[in-house]
């Protein structure tokens, strides 16, 4: 996966989304099982509505905040990433379909290092947003370039 | 309201890890593609000793002490009334599966809005590996919602 070019990116540019779901009962019951987080908001609608008294069970924020994450790394080598934040803004229900971005807020050396800082936003199909957040990723030192012949782009 | 002495309280560290086989799993139920998540010979030939840890999987790990119910016990909060409002992380170095990680956990901010309608606390947990080197810091802000009123009844 070739790497962003540090100086090609600009303030505003959007990473490629991504869109998932609409959210399942059967992702949420995979996601508990992988995650280890058996909180049954998440897959008992009884216990959602008696405990807590939300109509029906409801998506775990952090199935959102994974897939937001796959934006990222979809961009960049995974260990470039040093910050994510993410906020609920709003719970994601069954049904929902969850629309991923990331848009490009600042870029800018961090002690040597080329930074990007990104915005992060989810929202449902009515582009009702979701999560909101932002993240840092670094980008590999920019190699010299005066005495190398004028660079190409891989075509593939 | 908050006993505002129980900021900065230390939890029950603990150490946790998970297998190839768990984070190929937690790779496959958020449906992350990269191959550093989900091909051991592609770790390796990418100079890492092996899988890579999704972003968010930390957060799953930090849930996976001795007991996972100590902040609420400790704050006296009814875990069904809690939403997660935020997560935060700050990665220092990737983490790896099979790799032993040490987990400090500790509450942190304790406050209220809303007139203390909405009440929220702060989960922090450091991450050190096996030579004590920090691998991540998490931050998670949890909501405590006001229980849901009984049909039919005066709110206790």
């Known amino acids: 996966m070739p790497l962003p070019d540090f100086?090609?990116?600009?303030?505003?540019?959007?990473?490629?989304?991504?869109?998932?779901?609409?959210?399942?009962?059967?992702?949420?019951?995979?996601?508990?099982?992988?995650?280890?987080?058996?909180?049954p908001l998440h897959i008992d609608p009884d216990y959602a509505r008696r405990e807590a008294g939300m109509p029906d069970a409801f998506a775990h924020g952090m199935l959102s905040a994974a897939w937001l994450a796959r934006v990222l790394t979809r961009w960049v080598d995974p260990t470039a990433i040093r910050q994510l934040n993410v906020r609920f803004v709003a719970i994601t229900h069954i049904g929902d379909e969850v629309h991923c971005r990331a848009t490009v807020a600042d870029?800018?050396?961090?002690?040597?290092?080329?930074?990007?800082?990104?915005?992060?936003?989810?929202?449902?199909?009515?582009?009702?947003?979701r999560l909101a957040g932002t993240a840092v990723v670094a980008l590999p030192a920019p190699r010299p370039t005066a005495s190398l012949p004028s660079t190409h782009k891989d075509m593939t | 309201?908050?006993?505002?002495?129980?900021?900065?309280?230390?939890?029950?560290?603990?150490?946790?890890?998970?297998?190839?086989?768990?984070?190929?799993?937690?790779?496959?139920?958020?449906?992350?593609?990269?191959?550093?998540?989900?091909?051991?010979?592609?770790?390796?030939?990418?100079?890492?000793?092996?899988?890579?840890?999704?972003?968010?999987?930390?957060?799953?790990?930090?849930?996976?002490?001795?007991?996972?119910?100590?902040?609420?016990?400790r704050l006296g909060?009814?875990?069904?009334?809690?939403?997660?409002?935020?997560?935060?992380?700050?990665?220092?170095?990737?983490?790896?599966?099979?790799?032993?990680?040490?987990?400090?956990?500790?509450?942190?901010?304790?406050?209220?809005?809303?007139?203390?309608?909405?009440?929220?606390?702060e989960w922090e947990n450091r991450v050190t590996d096996g030579d004590g080197q920090a691998v991540a810091d998490l931050r998670s802000v949890m909501v405590v919602r006001p229980p849901p009123q009984e049909h039919g009844h005066a709110a206790a």
């Not at chain 2, 191959?35 to 999704?54: I, Q, T």
């Not at chain 2, 990665?91 to 942190?108: T, V």
């Open chain 1, 107 to 129: 870029k800018r050396l961090d002690r040597g290092t080329p930074c990007v800082y990104l915005e992060l936003r989810v929202h449902n199909q009515a582009n009702i947003p």
């Open chain 1, 7 to 39: 100086d090609a990116i600009a303030v505003g540019d959007v990473l490629p989304p991504l869109v998932l779901g609409p959210v399942t009962r059967h992702a949420l019951g995979l996601y508990a099982d992988a995650s280890g987080d058996d909180n």
């Open chain 2, 77 to 121: 909060v009814n875990y069904a009334h809690v939403l997660h409002g935020e997560q935060h992380f700050d990665y220092h170095r990737p983490a790896f599966a099979d790799q032993r990680l040490h987990f400090a956990p500790r509450i942190g901010r304790l406050y209220a809005r809303k007139g203390g309608a909405l009440r929220f606390f």
């Open chain 2, 1 to 73: 309201m908050w006993d505002l002495s129980l900021q900065g309280a230390a939890l029950t560290p603990f150490s946790a890890e998970a297998g190839r086989a768990r984070l190929r799993a937690f790779a496959q139920a958020t449906g992350q593609e990269h191959p550093l998540f989900l091909d051991e010979a592609a770790a390796r030939a990418a100079g890492h000793p092996a899988l890579l840890m999704p972003p968010t999987f930390l957060f799953c790990l930090s849930m996976e002490g001795p007991n996972p119910q100590e902040i609420y016990e």
